[in-house]
């Protein structure tokens, strides 16, 4: 597994990471042994990065993650979390107190003194732009309450305007084959201000998975049912934003065009991870098959696949099927 910089941090983490907000509620039901094993399975993988937050599960996955880490010899495991979603996500509640008392928690649960990396988790614009809001993360950087800070981000605006912070470290954004706003500027911007960027929903909330078909149902709890529309938070992290059916269709055409042997989950994923000015990919995996198949599609990215034919075909299906009603909206 390659194992890249962490912006000046001094840290490297795998090229492809895990996100583990399936081991909250949000994707139906993981036993804890089951996220246990999935964690470890990553683990002796090669995967060196755990993307969480405190609000998946209400601290179930922190917790889990945090079991985790003290039962095993594992090392070099940076934890990302996130934090800014158990109030309102309104400007006024982005204060340096508030920011304590939330990552306090997170600590407990993680088990440690000082968070590896800490992440806005999606917070309004104002809350990016103001200059207050770095200042308490600096502060907290300061104090030893957090070791880093960096960002996850809905829109293209939000990033640049994130990217101009001196102490930025790091950059979450969505980014697949049916989100390609990312390559204009962001990417490139990244890259020049030595920022890491953890590509979120790589594989479009499983429609990337190849699997789907326009009858494929999910739990009424997943999602993928009640946040269809934006109904309980942005839309674009269901899916991608991309309406099911033509999401169905644009992976059923990237699927058929790949060589017998490799999958379109591991197309998706060494593909993204071989773009220029991304750290790592971050996808989730609820069973110990999905996690060692995931951390296996770094073997694409060093050769065996041919990278460049598929960002051609990604372009191509993006721009005919998805660009006219995706570009503009984020």
């Known amino acids: 597994?390659?194992?890249?910089?962490?912006?000046?941090?001094?840290?490297?983490?795998?090229?492809?990471?895990?996100?583990?907000?399936?081991?909250?509620?949000?994707?139906?039901?993981?036993?804890?042994?089951?996220?246990?094993?999935?964690?470890?399975?990553?683990?002796?993988?090669?995967?060196?990065?755990?993307?969480?937050?405190?609000?998946?599960?209400?601290?179930?996955?922190?917790?889990?993650?945090?079991?985790?880490?003290?039962?095993?010899?594992?090392?070099?495991?940076?934890?990302?979390?996130?934090?800014?979603?158990?109030?309102?996500?309104?400007?006024?509640?982005?204060?340096?107190?508030n920011f304590r008392g939330w990552l306090d928690r997170s600590r407990r649960l993680l088990g440690t003194d000082t968070l590896d990396l800490v992440q806005l988790h999606c917070p309004p614009s104002a809350v990016i732009d103001d200059d207050a809001t770095w200042d308490a993360l600096d502060q907290l950087v300061s104090d030893g309450v957090i070791a880093a800070y960096g960002a996850s981000v809905e829109t293209m605006d939000q990033a640049l305007s994130a990217l101009q912070r001196p102490n930025l470290t790091n950059l979450q954004i969505i980014f697949n084959p049916f989100r390609l706003k990312p390559l204009d500027e962001v990417l490139p911007l990244a890259a020049e201000k030595n920022v890491a960027v953890l590509a979120r929903v790589p594989l479009a909330s499983g429609l990337l998975s190849g699997k789907y078909t326009r009858d494929t149902t999910f739990d009424k709890d997943d999602h993928r049912t009640y946040n269809r529309n934006g109904e309980a938070f942005d839309k674009g992290e269901t899916f991608s934003g991309v309406p099911f059916d033509e999401g169905v269709a644009a992976a059923d055409e990237l699927k058929n065009a790949l060589p017998e042997g490799v999958t379109l989950p591991a197309a998706t994923l060494a593909w993204i991870a071989s773009r220029e000015g991304i750290t790592s990919v971050i996808p989730g995996a609820r069973s110990v098959q999905q996690a060692t198949a995931n951390a296996a599609a770094a073997d694409l990215i060093d050769g065996g696949f041919d990278l460049a034919a598929f960002d051609t075909l990604v372009r191509d299906v993006y721009d005919r099927r998805l660009r006219a009603e995706i570009h503009p909206q984020w």
């Open 1 to 97: 597994m390659q194992q890249r910089p962490l912006s000046r941090t001094g840290r490297e983490v795998s090229a492809i990471g895990l996100g583990t907000w399936q081991l909250g509620p949000d994707w139906g039901g993981v036993s804890e042994d089951e996220a246990l094993s999935v964690l470890a399975a990553s683990a002796d993988a090669g995967v060196t990065l755990f993307d969480t937050a405190d609000v998946y599960g209400d601290g179930r996955s922190e917790e889990i993650i945090g079991t985790f880490l003290r039962s095993t010899d594992a090392t070099g495991i940076t934890v990302a979390t996130k934090m800014g979603r158990r109030e309102d996500q309104v400007p006024e509640n982005y204060t340096i107190e």
